[in-house]
């Protein structure tokens, strides 16, 4: 995939698609780990592997077929994200990564589920502990 570069008004002009998006993963998530903890019960402990063995009883065998739908559309809901230009940095709270560009230099622009717009960023080397508020002076830089 190529490297898109985006400025703040683009990743901005995502923002509300990708709330409805990642919200949607998020949800998909916790639903893949409760009936994750379902089979778990059933079988005693939680499988590491979803394995398909027409041996299992009616019930797991549904479970196990639901798990892997459920997996499926949630990789899928990833993809979808990845090819707006996104990087996923962290499913388990929606965070997301842009390239951009702050005075010639490739940095992250960097939205969390739950944000309203992209106001942070951070140095490519740096993670999401580090991620600086974008202000006036910045803001004036990744604008178009």
Same mark, same amino acid.
């Given at each position: 995939?190529?490297?898109? !570069? ?9 923002? @509300? =698609?990708?709330?409805?998006? !990642? ?5 998909? /998530?916790?639903?893949?780990? *409760?009936?994750?903890?379902?089979? &778990?019960?059933? %079988? +005693? ?11 299992? @009883? ?8 639901? %798990? !892997?739908?459920? $997996?499926?559309?949630?990789? #899928? +809901? ?6 707006? &230009?996104? !990087?996923?940095?962290? #499913? =388990? $709270? ?14 992250? %622009?960097?939205?969390?589920?739950? *944000?309203?717009?992209? #106001? ?9 502990? #580090? /991620?600086? @508020? $974008? ?10």
């Amino acid at each position: 995939m190529e490297m898109r !570069v985006f400025t703040l008004e683009a990743v901005n002009a995502l923002v @509300p =698609r990708l709330s409805n998006v !990642v919200g949607r993963q998020l949800h998909r /998530r916790a639903g893949i780990e *409760e009936l994750l903890m379902q089979l &778990g019960q059933k %079988l +005693g402990d939680i499988p590491e592997r979803i394995i398909l063995d027409p041996a299992d @009883p009616s019930d797991v065998r549904a479970m196990k077929r639901d %798990l !892997v739908e459920k $997996i499926e559309r949630y990789r #899928a +809901g990833w993809r979808d994200v990845e090819d707006m &230009g996104a !990087v996923l940095k962290d #499913a =388990r $709270i929606g965070l997301l990564d842009f390239y951009g560009e702050v005075d010639g230099k490739l940095v992250w %622009l960097c939205w969390k589920y739950g *944000e309203s717009e992209c #106001a942070f960023y951070h140095a490519l080397e740096e993670g999401f502990s #580090a /991620r600086k @508020p $974008i202000g006036a002076s910045v803001k004036q830089r990744l604008l178009n």
